[in-house]
């Protein structure tokens, strides 16, 4: 199936207007697969037509990503180009917006040897380090979309025929991003208007604490003392509304770092870094996980809890219901940007300083962590929701409410 600028414009659009919510005179720069051309030109004259003042775009592809990671030295997967992290650093710093087209193959590093991923991906993230500062705080806009590929819609559909699969994949993308109506942004806007409103009952709870309940999980988390709850379509650090991902359905914030205890069992499969994890297993003790387990996947797990000291903590607690419209779909999407949206999650790793009513303030890991959130090279989401989940709240006045009965909200009308 091939998708031209044509079928891309509706979803272009959002992602300019709602997404990046792109301001007259900004600089967009723009990651796209390079098998998307069509989406990223469909990208660029959503945005020129918004006012941008130019489009920078870097084609990428995973395929040729995998050679690298066959073929190159150690040295070489140790290098990650200093330019491309300064320039990131520079554009973000002047003032330009963020956006990237995802969708590859769920499980395109299959086979690759996890120390050669771990040595890449810890030399991208070292040299980036200052420029996800920038985005984990939103003084950058930055957003992300999806674009069908042949090797996901097989893996989504695998009853399917190929260009069946793609066609039903480019479908439920276009459903589930909200992009599929006469009229998309306005659907964003009300949208946004609806978690905005949860968002702020949520928050109206003060709430000091929560306790999940679900087969395999019995799990407290305490949040910090300037813990708020976010949504997308709230004004951000860098001074106007974003929605940083394209489909969203979550309210989320923070735990706090050491007030995590208990055990929890993850309900769907996670897609980190092409590989596949599944049933995760979790005992947490003050925050630190003290023992983890996998069905499928132990060691891109192990990968993950061990980047780092902060790797081995919680950074986002996210709340989404069962009955959202991508849960409803019943499609398991085998990519997190998707899946995320289906459940309730949790992050492994860093927590973002917007959930914090003075993460204006946080430049440092040092000040996050002061504040009591968590700082991590990683940020790794796994699903925890399901039709079983439990979650009760116990307020800062000591009342308890329930949040969740059986993956549903079940916040009182009014609270
Ligand atoms: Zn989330
Ligand atoms: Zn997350």
């Not at 091939?2 to 414009?9: A, P, Q």
């Not at 705080?137 to 979309?145: D, E, G, P, Q, Y």
């Not at 999940?212 to 976010?230: C, E, F, M």
Request: glycine fraction near 8%; charged fraction near 20%; aromatic fraction near 8%.
């Amino acid at each position: 199936m091939v998708l031209g600028e044509e079928d891309f414009r509706p979803l272009a659009e959002v992602a300019v207007r709602v997404g990046v919510n792109l301001q007259p005179g900004q600089t967009l720069i723009l990651q796209a697969p390079a098998a998307h051309a069509a989406a990223a030109r469909a990208v660029a004259k959503a945005a020129y037509a918004a006012g941008a003042k130019r489009v920078l775009t870097l084609f990428g592809d995973e395929l040729l990503d995998r050679v690298t990671l066959e073929m190159a030295p150690e040295e070489g997967l140790k290098a990650f180009p200093k330019w491309l992290a300064e320039g990131f650093l520079q554009e973000g710093e002047a003032g330009a917006a963020f956006l990237s087209i995802i969708g590859g193959d769920p499980e395109v590093m299959r086979g690759i040897p996890p120390e050669r991923l771990v040595m890449t991906r810890r030399a991208a993230q070292e040299a980036m380090k200052p420029f996800q500062m920038l985005t984990m705080s939103h003084r950058v806009a930055w957003s992300l979309i999806a674009a069908p590929s042949p090797a996901w819609a097989r893996q989504v559909f695998p009853n399917l025929p190929q260009e069946e699969s793609e066609k039903a994949l480019w479908q439920a993308i276009l459903r589930t991003s909200r992009a599929d109506g006469p009229d998309p942004v306005g659907a964003w806007h009300a949208h946004m208007r609806e978690l905005q409103a949860r968002k702020a009952r949520l928050n109206d709870l003060g709430i000091e604490r929560l306790h999940y309940r679900a087969p395999g999980t019995d799990l407290t988390i305490r949040l910090p003392k300037t813990y708020q709850w976010v949504a997308s379509g709230q004004k951000r650090a860098v001074g106007y509304p974003t929605a940083p991902n394209i489909p969203t359905e979550e309210c989320f914030t923070l735990p706090q770092r050491d007030g995590v205890d208990g055990t929890v069992r993850s309900t769907k499969p996670l897609f980190f870094a092409g590989q596949r994890i599944d049933g995760i297993a979790l005992r947490f003790e003050q925050g630190r996980i003290v023992e983890f387990s996998a069905v499928d996947g132990e060691d891109a797990l192990r990968q993950v809890i061990e980047t780092d000291e902060g790797s081995h903590y919680l950074g986002e607690v996210a709340l989404v219901p069962v009955d959202s419209p991508i849960a409803q779909s019943g499609i398991l999407f085998h990519n997190t940007l998707f899946d995320e949206n289906a459940s309730c999650h949790l992050a492994i790793g860093a927590a973002y300083p917007t959930c914090l009513t003075d993460g204006d303030e946080v430049r440092s890991d040092e000040d996050l962590l002061a504040k009591g959130g968590n700082a991590s090279f990683a940020h790794v989401d796994f699903m925890v929701g399901s039709a079983q989940l439990d979650i009760d709240a116990t307020t800062r006045t000591g009342t308890v409410v329930p949040i969740f009965r059986g993956g549903k909200w079940a916040l009182p009308q009014g609270a």
